[in-house]
């Protein structure tokens, strides 16, 4: 399985991503919109889970929130929950609006599916000089016995392409690097638990039988854990790390 098709392999699976996957705290949002901002953009947002926060720190201002999708799926999903957004089809390499018209353009889980080279020469032509950049990721904390178990049951190989990258260094036309981590606990069902789980490319491009006994390795893992067994409430703890850049001007 390339590496294509495991970024295009969303769309499939839009609802388990729409019902499952995690939001973000609204403070990593606070953090990167620039004071002032007319215009932010969202790239590679999928359904719009790191959109909305944005869209809500931003609200009640003149601020444009732009969400730019390549999956048809993925962005008709975004458009029906937040109507009020333009979603427009694009990619990190190739970002729909004219140089220097943005203030802030955000990659949330998406930078790794971006050529940085491509994708850092489109930012710096999308953004006005002063604006920010920022990647970010929301990453399971594992300090927990039964979220590091987790781990072993669904991690493969494949993921390490599409895992965090504590070493992001841009430069080029971006100066100014800072870095934040900010620890949260995300709360859902089983369910909804399931469907993040299963929402992930590397395991979305299994086949069915393969994707169903993994499936029930986390439903066991559920049902015999002390911190999980007997309850529908999932709390899965996260350290979002942010990485903040700004355009030189």
């Given at each position: 399985?390339?590496?294509?098709?495991?970024?295009?392999?969303?769309?499939?699976?839009?609802?388990?991503?729409?019902?499952?996957?995690?939001?973000?705290?609204?403070?990593?949002?606070?953090?990167?919109?620039?004071?002032?901002?007319?215009?932010?953009?969202?790239?590679?947002?999928?359904?719009?889970?790191?959109?909305?926060?944005?869209?809500?720190?931003?609200?009640?201002?003149?601020?444009?929130?732009?969400?730019?999708?390549?999956?048809?799926?993925?962005?008709?999903?975004?458009?029906e929950?937040?109507?009020d957004?333009?979603?427009?089809?694009?990619?990190?390499?190739a970002?729909?609006?004219?140089?220097?018209?943005?203030?802030?353009?955000?990659?949330?889980?998406?930078w790794?599916?971006?050529?940085?080279?491509a994708?850092?020469?489109?930012?710096?032509?999308?953004l006005?000089?002063?604006?920010?950049?920022?990647?970010?990721?929301?990453?399971?904390?594992?300090?927990?016995?039964?979220?590091?178990?987790?781990?072993?049951?669904?991690?493969?190989?494949?993921?390490?392409?599409?895992?965090?990258?504590?070493?992001t260094?841009?430069?080029?036309?971006?100066?100014?690097?800072?870095?934040?981590?900010?620890?949260?606990?995300?709360?859902?069902?089983?369910?909804?638990?399931?469907?993040?789980?299963?929402?992930?490319?590397?395991?979305?491009?299994?086949?069915?039988?393969?994707?169903?006994?993994?499936?029930?390795?986390?439903?066991?893992?559920?049902?015999?854990?002390?911190?999980?067994?007997?309850?529908d409430?999932?709390?899965?703890?996260?350290?979002?790390?942010?990485?903040?850049?700004?355009?030189?001007?």
């Amino acid at each position: 399985m390339t590496f294509e098709q495991h970024a295009r392999s969303f769309g499939s699976a839009v609802d388990a991503y729409e019902h499952g996957r995690p939001g973000y705290p609204t403070e990593v949002a606070a953090w990167l919109v620039p004071e002032g901002a007319r215009r932010v953009v969202d790239v590679g947002a999928g359904t719009g889970k790191f959109t909305r926060v944005l869209a809500d720190v931003v609200a009640g201002t003149d601020a444009d929130v732009v969400a730019v999708e390549p999956d048809a799926a993925m962005r008709s999903r975004l458009a029906e929950v937040l109507p009020d957004v333009r979603a427009l089809d694009g990619s990190g390499e190739a970002i729909p609006l004219p140089d220097g018209s943005a203030d802030l353009v955000t990659f949330a889980q998406s930078w790794h599916w971006v050529d940085r080279d491509a994708g850092v020469a489109e930012v710096a032509r999308v953004l006005r000089p002063g604006g920010v950049l920022g990647l970010v990721w929301n990453v399971r904390d594992e300090t927990d016995d039964w979220s590091r178990r987790l781990g072993d049951v669904i991690t493969r190989p494949e993921a390490r392409r599409m895992s965090y990258d504590d070493d992001t260094v841009l430069g080029g036309p971006f100066v100014g690097r800072a870095h934040r981590v900010f620890e949260w606990v995300h709360e859902q069902d089983r369910t909804a638990f399931l469907d993040m789980v299963l929402s992930r490319s590397y395991l979305i491009v299994l086949p069915d039988d393969e994707r169903a006994a993994l499936r029930q390795e986390v439903v066991d893992l559920l049902d015999s854990d002390p911190a999980t067994a007997g309850s529908d409430l999932v709390r899965v703890p996260y350290r979002t790390h942010v990485h903040r850049y700004e355009r030189r001007p």
